[in-house]
């Protein structure tokens, strides 16, 4: 057997000169040091690019059963899901697959970032990279619309809208994304397009650039403190390292397959167990009780747009993710030379975890959300704080539900978290503060209530309110 | 000029001109959006005697041309605040923050936004959190007992229309 297999290849590789070819790319050389446990550093990009395989085919395999059409979308989601055989596993595998190829990309960068790999003379890989993250993060966001349930309409008219606060074009750009006047007809075939055929032809050239760079430029060496990169003396030096470097394939090779296998592996399994994701409501508009999220990666960046400071929204919308990636994309002209060593490149290492611990940040407030309003469909406060009220006191704390006041403010561990806790605010204010401030608002957030309350309602209000001294 | 620099010139040449044929219809095409004109028209959303004065409804329309496969896409829904028999106000869905869907509180007399924690009161001025601006309106008239609304595009926080 093997040697029919080993017979075949040998005629094939003489037919198709395999041997200067896909033999010569396979091998080529790379810094021995990558034999030592630090090879292990070097995984990710490969595993990168299994994912990104993992994602094409799962991907034709969906768009093969995949409505384009607004009015079937929803629909044919639903049949992959709970119908076609292994349907849901297939689109379980290209959810998962989309969150680790984000992420996967986004640890490969800080790799090559934390190695200074991205220093000459590889300061085109590192430019052609930081387009493929911006086209991954573009394929999960188009990706997230073509779920097209509410939560993907509204996406695409909160995008829509902070494409509109770019300078003079921001009308069009906002026109463009919808097509049209509004989300329609015309919205969802021309996301699918973008994602089916337009970013990923993005993504296959630039791809291609970026592995014929990697194994033009060569496979950086693991940084030494102290060795600095000098234009004139490191591709000499580097020739040199490479004349007693190793094969990639398969000494190197191995540990991409351990990784990417554990990641594809991951992956699947996450896809069989948990499945594809619960589509949210159909997308119509007219049903306005909406919680529209985006999905776990980008939570960060939503709860961004809660905090901006008030006047700075366009800046901070259109500014910060163009300087942002304008730096990215620019850093290696800007730092060519010098320490690749991250124990020689405090800022690096700051800047890495300064943004890990800032983004993780606005994961979590995103994922809590606390600046919005919680429902009172149903929502009452809790028995501890109802019992031995007074009657007018009972009538406020309905009131205190049933008014909304429960949206935004806590009393007992129940309510909304957007305003003061309220628990012990009448040992905090006075009569007429109370009344005050529930009349006319306070500050950016609380609303003036004068025309929601009957003088009666607001005198119940505030007995219940009174009856709050805390602990 | 030698002939080799001729046919180099030639090559390029056509070759510009094969994007060109092919490029100004595809990007012509692709671009279109732009240049529709913005529908005009008014569609009714209701009798007025159904709206009480005092109160916040919501309405909706279907988009008067739509696709034929938009579905409910088509659909458009908006807040309507009856003043008094003969004057409204008619708002948009849209927070003017991001597009979210804001919600009427009809006890709290609020619009409360879902996403960022916008908040408007009934005449939809600003009551607190991110929207730079009050909620955007439409016009309006009543024709023959039936409110009317005016068509529109996405309104956005350049003012609506490019």
């Known amino acids: 057997m093997s040697r029919l297999v080993g017979a075949i290849g040998r005629w094939l590789g003489l037919r198709f000169e395999l041997e200067d070819s896909v033999g010569a790319v396979l091998t080529h050389p790379v810094p021995a040091a990558l034999e030592g446990p630090v090879g292990w550093w070097y995984v990710f990009g490969s595993a990168t690019l299994a994912m990104f395989v993992v994602q094409v085919v799962t991907g034709v395999g969906l768009a093969m059963t995949y409505v384009p059409a607004p009015n ?74 073509l779920r097209w349930d509410q939560d993907a309409f509204w996406s695409i008219v909160v995008a829509a809208e902070q494409a509109a606060r770019a300078p003079i074009i921001g009308g069009f750009l906002a026109t463009l994304v919808v097509a049209g006047q509004n989300v329609g007809g015309a919205t969802l075939t ?85 499945g594809a994701p619960m589509l949210g409501k159909p997308p119509d508009p007219t049903i306005i009780v909406a919680d529209p999220r985006p999905d776990w990666y980008f939570i960060g960046y939503f709860a961004l ?61 995103g994922f809590s959300a606390s600046w919005v309003p919680v429902s009172t469909e149903g929502a009452s406060l809790p028995a501890a704080v109802l019992g031995g009220l007074g009657p007018h006191e009972t009538a406020g704390a309905q009131l205190f539900v049933q008014k909304d006041c429960f949206a935004c403010h806590q009393i007992a561990g129940a309510g909304g978290r957007r305003g003061p806790e309220l628990g012990d605010i009448a040992a905090r204010l006075s009569h007429d503060q109370i009344v005050t401030t529930i009349l006319n608002g306070k500050g950016q957030a609380m609303p003036s209530f004068a025309g929601a309350f009957t003088p009666e309602e607001l005198a119940d209000l505030v007995a219940f309110l009174e009856t709050r001294r805390g602990p | ?71 409910q896409t088509a659909k458009t829904a908006l807040w309507v605040r009856s003043i008094s028999e003969t ?48 909620l955007f309106e439409r016009a309006w008239r009543v024709e023959a007992g039936k409110l009317m609304v005016k068509t529109q595009r996405l309104p956005t926080p350049g003012g609506g229309a490019p």
């Not at chain 1, 809660?306 to 990215?328: H, R, Y």
């Not at chain 2, 240049?35 to 919501?58: H, M, N, S």
């Not at chain 2, 619009?111 to 607190?128: M, N, Q």
Request: net charge positive; glycine share 10%; aromatic share 10%.
């Open chain 2, 1 to 71: 000029m030698d002939r080799r620099r001729f046919l180099s010139r030639v090559t390029i040449g056509l070759s510009g001109a094969i994007a060109a044929l092919v490029g100004v219809p595809i990007v012509g095409y692709l671009i279109a959006p732009l240049f529709e004109r913005e529908q005009d028209t008014y569609v009714a959303v209701g009798d007025t005697a159904k709206f009480q004065p005092g109160t916040t409804t919501l309405v909706q329309f279907d988009d008067p041309s739509p696709l034929a496969w938009a579905g």
């Open chain 1, 190 to 274: 021309r996301f699918y397009a973008t994602h089916v055929f337009l970013i990923p032809a993005a993504i296959f050239g630039l791809l291609g650039l970026h592995l014929y760079l990697v194994i033009k430029r060569g496979i950086s060496e693991p940084p030494v403190p102290g060795e600095r990169v000098d234009t004139r003396t490191y591709l000499a030096r580097y020739k040199e390292l490479l004349r007693r470097g190793i094969p990639f394939y398969p000494d190197a090779a191995v540990r991409d397959a351990v990784v990417s296998f554990v990641a594809v592996l991951a992956v699947v399994a996450l896809a069989v167990v948990a």
């Open chain 1, 305 to 365: 747009l809660a905090i901006i400071p008030k006047g700075l929204e366009s800046l901070v919308i259109i500014g910060l993710p163009a300087l942002a990636f304008g730096f990215l994309f620019l850093l290696p002209l800007i730092r060519p030379r010098g320490e690749r060593h991250p124990s020689r490149r405090p800022m690096a290492l700051a800047a890495v975890g300064l943004g890990v611990l800032v983004y993780g940040a606005l994961t979590v407030a």
């Open chain 2, 87 to 134: 004057s409204f106000q008619v708002f948009n869905v849209n927070c003017t923050h991001l597009g979210c869907p804001v919600d009427w509180r009809s006890q709290a007399k609020l619009f409360l936004c879902p996403c960022h924690g916008g908040v408007y009161y009934e005449d939809g001025t600003v009551a607190g959190g991110p929207p730079p601006r009050p």
């Open chain 1, 72 to 145: 079937s979308a929803y629909e044919s989601l639903q049949f992959i899901s709970g119908q076609a055989t292994l349907g849901g596993v297939l689109r379980g595998i290209h959810f998962f697959g989309a969150g680790a190829m984000v992420v996967l990309v986004l640890v490969h960068m800080t790799q090559v970032f934390l190695f200074g790999s991205y220093k000459f003379p590889r300061e085109a890989n590192w430019m052609s990279g930081s387009l493929l993250l911006l086209a991954t993060l573009a394929m999960a966001f188009t990706g997230q619309l």
